[in-house]
C-alpha cells in the first residue's frame, strides 16, 4: 500500500469504511458507517470529477441515504497506477480514470488505442453502448478484479502545435509529446513525427523553450492547464478519443445484495449521461476560449484523415496481434477503411 494510502486508511479501518459489505473478511451491518471512497487522479474541475460527483449523489439518492461515497480527486489517494492496483486489492472500492493506464493491467483495452477509427463523438459512443461490444469489454474488466460500470469520455484527443497542418507532410519531424504508450508512439512515429514521452507537468515549459513542438490532449486538459497560449494551432486529428471508465472492485461489487446492484447500476447509467453531455458542452465552451485567444482550430479533412488512417496502419496490425479478435472484431465492426 503507498504511502498516501496508509496515511488515510489509518485513520478509519477498512471494516468501518465498508461497513455495508465486505472486501476481506469484514462482517455485515445494516447501516453505513463511513462514506466508500471513491478516487480519481484528475483535478477538481474536469468532467472526470463529475462523472465521479455524480455518480456519488445518485447512489445516495437512489438508496434514500442508506449508501455513501466522498470522492477523492487530484491524485489525493494515488496516481493512476496506485488506484488501479488499490482497487483490484480491494483497498478502494471505487476509481474513475482513462483508459489508457489500464492498458498495462488488462492488454485487451489497447483497441481503444486504435487510431482515427470513428468520425464522431456520437458513433463511438454507439459503439460502447453496443450490446455485444459492451459485454466482451466488460468481461475484459471482471478478468481483471473488476466491475465496470459505465463509460463516459472527454471527446476526442487533438494536436496543438505550431505548424498548421494540412498535409501528411506536415507532421515529419514534428517533436510531440505523448504518452508513455507503445501504441500511441507507433502511431505518431507512421505520421513521421517524432514522439517524445514526457510528465505532463513538464509540458507547457517544453512548449514555451521549444523542446517540444507540439503535444496531443482532449480539448478540456488543453485549455485547462492553458498549453494552447504556447500554440498557433489546434489540429482536429480526433485520432484516439479519450475514454473515462467507472470501475468497482468486483468482490465488492458482488457482495452487495441484488437491490444494491441495481442501485450502482442505475446511478452509474446517469451519471455517464450526465457526463457525456457535460463533456459535449465543454467541448465547445474550450474551443470558443481557444479561438478567442489566437489560436486557430485547424479541421482535418477527410481526405487527409484517411491518408492518417492508412499510415497507422502497422499500428492497426500490432494490436489486431496482442489483443482477443472478439473485442477487436466488435469494435472495428464496419468502420475499417
Known amino acids: 500500500m503507498n504511502k498516501r494510502l496508509f496515511n488515510f486508511f489509518s485513520k478509519v479501518t477498512m471494516c468501518a469504511i465498508v461497513s455495508l459489505t465486505t472486501l476481506s473478511g469484514c462482517q455485515k451491518s445494516e447501516s453505513q458507517t463511513f ?3 471513491l478516487a480519481t487522479a484528475s483535478p477538481e474541475n474536469t468532467v472526470t ?3 465521479a460527483e455524480e455518480f456519488a449523489k445518485e447512489v445516495e ?3 434514500d441515504g442508506r449508501m455513501k461515497i466522498e470522492v477523492f480527486p487530484n491524485s489525493t489517494l494515488g496516481g493512476d497506477r496506485d488506484l488501479l492496483e488499490s482497487c483490484a486489492d480491494g483497498d478502494i472500492p471505487f476509481v474513475v480514470q482513462n483508459t489508457a493506464p489500464q492498458v498495462a493491467f488488462m492488454q485487451d483495452l489497447a483497441v481503444f488505442d486504435l487510431p482515427c477509427l470513428f468520425e464522431s463523438i456520437d458513433e463511438l459512443r454507439m459503439r460502447i453502448d453496443d450490446p455485444n461490444f459492451s459485454s466482451i469489454v466488460s468481461d475484459t474488466y471482471t ?9 463516459a469520455d472527454q471527446g476526442f484527443r487533438v494536436m496543438s502545435t505550431n ?3 494540412s498535409t501528411l507532410n506536415d507532421f515529419k519531424g514534428q517533436k510531440i509529446r505523448t504518452m508513455e504508450n507503445p501504441y500511441h508512439l507507433a502511431f505518431w512515429k507512421g505520421l513521421g513525427a517524432a514522439p517524445t514521452p514526457m510528465s505532463f507537468s ?3 515549459i517544453g512548449l514555451q523553450q521549444n523542446s517540444i513542438d507540439a503535444q496531443e490532449n482532449p480539448y478540456e486538459v488543453i485549455v485547462s492547464n492553458r498549453l494552447y497560449e504556447q500554440q498557433d494551432y489546434v489540429v482536429e486529428t480526433n485520432h484516439l478519443p479519450h475514454l473515462i471508465t467507472l470501475i468497482v472492485n468486483d468482490d465488492f461489487y458482488q457482495n452487495l445484495s441484488l437491490e444494491d446492484r441495481k442501485i450502482m447500476d442505475e446511478a452509474a447509467k446517469k451519471a455517464t449521461l450526465v457526463a457525456r453531455q457535460k463533456s459535449d458542452e465543454r467541448i465547445s465552451e474550450k474551443i470558443a476560449e481557444i479561438e478567442k485567444s ?3 482550430i485547424v479541421k482535418v479533412s477527410p481526405e487527409l484523415n484517411a491518408e492518417i488512417q492508412e499510415a497507422s496502419s502497422g499500428v492497426y496490425s500490432s494490436i489486431q496481434n496482442a489483443i482477443d479478435p472478439k473485442i477487436y472484431q466488435a469494435y472495428t465492426q464496419g468502420n475499417l477503411k
Not at 478478468?143 to 463509460?151: A, P, Q, T, V
Open 163 to 165: 505548424k498548421k497542418v
Open 143 to 151: 478478468n481483471g478484479g473488476y466491475h465496470l460500470l459505465g463509460i
Open 202 to 204: 513538464e509540458v507547457y
Open 35 to 37: 462514506a466508500w471512497p
Open 49 to 51: 470529477q463529475i462523472y
Open 61 to 63: 439518492q437512489l438508496s
Open 294 to 296: 489566437g489560436t486557430e
